[in-house]
Structures are given as C-alpha cells and as structure tokens.
C-alpha cells in the first residue's frame, strides 16, 4: 500500500481556489505535483490579463514552493524540486471575444486549457445549460484549429451534448472534459451522458473525475466507495487510460463568489446554478475531500476497493501527464 505515493506524478485536473500560501503548502505537502489552477469564469480580455499579472505576483512571493508550467517538462522539474507546478486555464472563452489572435498572446503568457462555454451559449458553442444546444459555430471550429496548433487543450466540462460530439468529432488532438463525472453516477445537468463518454475515449480524449457536491451522488455526504465504484464502473465502459481527477476544489472563497459563478455579468436575476435547493452557500465537500492533499485519500480507496497500486497511482496523475503530453 502506498508504493512511494510521495514520488509519484499526481496532478489534480482543475481546481478554483482563493489561493494562498498554506493552500500552496498543504499541496505540496501533500505530494501532489501539478494543478491545473482557473484564472477566468466571466472576465473580459482586458480583466484576464489582470489575473495573469495576479499570478505573477504568488509566483514571485511563492517561489520557493510553486512554478509556473508551460511544458511537461516544467511538470516534472516541480516534481523534482519538491515545487507545486501551477498550469493555467480559462473556464469560459469570453478573453478572447471575437479575436481569435487573442489566443496566441493568451497562449504564450501561458494558458494550456480552455473551455469553449461556461453553461450558456457563446459565440463558440452551446453550454450544457441552454435548452436548445447550438453545437460548435463557425467560430467555433476555427478557434479547436488554432488550439490545437497552439497546444491549448480544449476543455468541454461546462458544454451542452452536441457541442461536447461536434468538438470532438472536429479536433485534430484529443479533448478534455477537465472536471465532471458521469450521469451513470449522479443525474447532474453538469454530469457527462455514455454517448459523450464513448466518443471522447475513442479520440484518446480525458475526463477529470470532479468532487464538487453537486457532481455527486448524495452531494457532500458521497460515500468514498461509490466515488471508487464509479471509477471501476468507469473504466470498463471507457478504459482506464481516459480517466484522471479534476476535483473543481473551490477552497477559501466567501459565499459570494458561488454566486458570482453563477450569475456573472449576464443576468440581472438570481441564477442559482446547479443548486435544486435555491443555496447561495458553497456546498459541503464530502468529508474524504476538503483539501487539495486529500487526494491520497482516493488513492487508499481505490486501492482497498479494488484497483491495484499501479492503476491507482495511473488515475491519480500520470493518465493526465500522459495527456497533457500530447499538447503541451
């Protein structure tokens, strides 16, 4: 049990947190190498250079124990210098507006992950929450062409059914869906149909397991043996190599800001997300997850609930690094 987890790759594929110094060490305490850290939900262009300049600052007061990472390399430099390398994204394409050159300076400041929509239609495609699902647009299809010439991955986590198909079906690279579970699991509007699931293993595509309540079954009191046996029963309808985790961590933050999440700046109204109770609180993790270090807790589970060693420490990080390589 526990072969070497500490020297292991272990990458948490998408969390948003109030980011600080015991958050940075708690991670690297914990042996996790990388985070794919959220700069930008609603933000125009001009306020996601300013998150870009934000993290400039933790880099440079936290360089003893965080890096930046462009390349796979930088990932495995982190791991050997007992760092916590940090990969950006964007969990909406609003920074780039209508200009897709924005993506090359987006891309050389850093950014290794987008999302084509965050729950609504955008000019590139349909969220999963609009009733009628445009697909991928024009646009669309020339801003996954620049992505995947740039290797910026595309991330599909918050897109409606058809746009999730035509995404894949239009990338010349494999996609990601960064942060969701299946709907087999838990009957979510987030949660990803066996279709979707089918189509994105068959083009070496990823999904990043989530932890967030509302991608649960029984929300914040999800026992740790269904999460495993959701996996199990995961891998044999994908295959184990598509799998990894993408916790959708929100840590640190003020009720508020769920909220924010939520509305942005397109509604006047109270939108109140995936929330079936009206809540404006963040919901209760589930006690086997509170912090970015307890994803060791997954790996005993898994462990004890079946997988091997191997096939653990493979979802726990080096299927996403195994990924990410082919991109970046």
């Not at 790759?9 to 042996?31: H, M, P, Q, V």
């Not at 929330?275 to 307890?294: A, E, L, N, Y």
Request: charged share 25%; glycine share 8%; hydrophobic share 35%.
């Amino acid at each position: 049990m526990q072969k070497n987890y500490e020297n292991q790759i272990i990458i948490d594929g998408l969390e948003y947190c109030n980011w600080n110094r015991e958050i940075f060490e708690d991670l690297r305490d914990g042996g996790v190498t990388a985070v794919h850290a959220t700069l930008v939900y609603w933000e125009n262009t001009e306020e996601s250079f300013e998150r870009f300049e934000e993290w400039k600052n933790r880099f440079e007061e936290n360089q003893d124990i965080i890096c930046h990472a462009k390349t796979t390399k930088d990932i495995l430099d982190a791991k050997a210098n007992n760092k916590v390398a940090i990969i950006f994204g964007f969990q909406n394409s609003a920074p780039i507006e209508n200009n897709i050159s924005l993506l090359e300076t987006f891309h050389e400041k850093g950014l290794r992950f987008m999302q084509l929509t965050y729950n609504n239609q955008t000019s590139l495609g349909g969220g999963c929450f609009e009733k009628n699902d445009s697909g991928v647009s024009r646009f669309g299809k020339e801003v996954i062409d620049e992505m995947n010439r740039l290797g910026i991955i595309i991330d599909l986590s918050h897109a409606g059914k058809k746009t999730c198909l035509d995404a894949i079906g239009l990338s010349s690279k494999p996609v990601a869906i960064s942060h969701a579970n299946p709907i087999f699991f838990h009957d979510s509007i987030r949660n990803i149909e066996d279709e979707v699931l089918i189509a994105l293993s068959k083009k070496k595509g990823f999904i990043g397991l989530s932890l967030y309540p509302y991608h649960l079954k029984e929300l914040g009191k999800c026992k740790i043996e269904d999460f495993c046996l959701m996996i199990k029963q995961l891998i044999n309808l994908i295959g184990i190599e598509n799998i990894g985790i993408g916790s959708d961590l929100c840590k640190n933050w003020p009720d508020e800001v769920v909220m924010w999440m939520r509305n942005g700046k397109w509604t006047k109204k109270i939108d109140y997300g995936e929330s079936t109770s009206k809540s404006i609180k963040w919901p209760d993790q589930p006690p086997w997850f509170t912090k970015g270090s307890d994803l060791k807790n997954i790996y005993q589970a898994l462990v004890l609930n079946g997988l091997n060693e191997d096939q653990a420490l493979r979802i726990l990080g080096k299927n996403w690094f195994d990924f990410m390589k082919n991109h970046f």
